[in-house]
């Protein structure tokens, strides 16, 4: 059975993760530090080489535990993965955003895009942005921030901060009916499907996209 060693931003994204690959024959060995994230603004707020330093600090704690792969839940986390330490680990990283890139960028249509923490916006753009310029797409992407919102998770009021979730995609839902709809970070996958049950309105999130590159190219299995 292959072992996969989760970063993890805030500790409820690992029941999110959990959940979704329960299907799946995996052992899931879970690491999780929102230093990063709780310093990403003010006066003490990390700089651009302070944070990829803090990645590698983790991802070298992560390989203690002897893992086959390794997949970076948190979005900031993500943005600071630069491509000469994916191209020099000798472990395959998975990030929650790259798979999702894959799929907004080929959608054809309008997009709306939900963020609930503003300091994950522009990086994760920008790694947007130049993902599709290599893929030669050009998505017609509008963001969208929730501002406050994203406070309520780091506090632990997680219902509050669904209720939030699932107030702003009834609001985009209802105003702009030709755009696609999309949540840029896990912590909002469940409310973006539950939603989707509830009015049929597709909302894509990343862990779908996680999940099934992963098990492609981990090449795991289901339990019979």
């Given amino acids: ?39 990403s603004e003010g006066k003490n707020a ?23 792969a390794m997949v970076i839940t948190c979005t900031q986390y993500a ?15 998975f990030t929650i955003d790259k798979p999702f890139f894959h799929e907004i960028t080929h959608c054809s249509e309008p997009q709306i895009l939900l963020f609930s923490n503003p300091a994950t916006v522009e990086p994760t753009m920008t790694r ?5 310029q290599t893929k030669g797409l050009y998505p017609r992407i509008e963001v969208n921030v929730m501002e406050g919102a994203f406070a309520l998770l ?7 901060y669904r209720e939030a979730v699932k107030n702003e995609l009834q609001k985009l839902s ?3 009916h030709h755009a696609a709809l999309s949540v840029a ?7 973006a499907h539950q939603f989707t049950q509830e009015t ?14 992963m098990i492609q190219k981990l090449n795991l299995k289901s339990f019979a």
């Fill in 46 to 68: 990390l700089t651009k080489e302070q944070s990829q330093a803090k990645l590698v600090e983790q991802l070298n704690w992560m390989k203690t535990s002897d893992p086959d």
């Fill in 154 to 160: 780091m506090e632990n009021k997680q219902d509050a």
């Fill in 79 to 93: 943005a600071c993965l630069t491509d000469e330490v994916e191209a020099t680990s000798s472990l395959p990283i």
């Fill in 185 to 191: 970070q896990l912590s909002m996958a469940p409310v």
């Fill in 200 to 213: 049929g309105i597709a909302v894509s999130h990343p862990l779908l996209s996680l999940v099934s590159q």
């Fill in 174 to 176: 209802t105003g702009k």
């Fill in 128 to 132: 947007l942005r130049e993902y599709a």
């Fill in 1 to 39: 059975m292959k072992r996969i060693a989760c970063l993890h931003g805030h500790f409820s994204n690992i029941s999110l993760l959990a959940d979704a690959f329960a299907p799946v024959e995996m052992d899931m060995v879970h690491y999780v530090d929102p230093g990063l994230l709780l310093n």
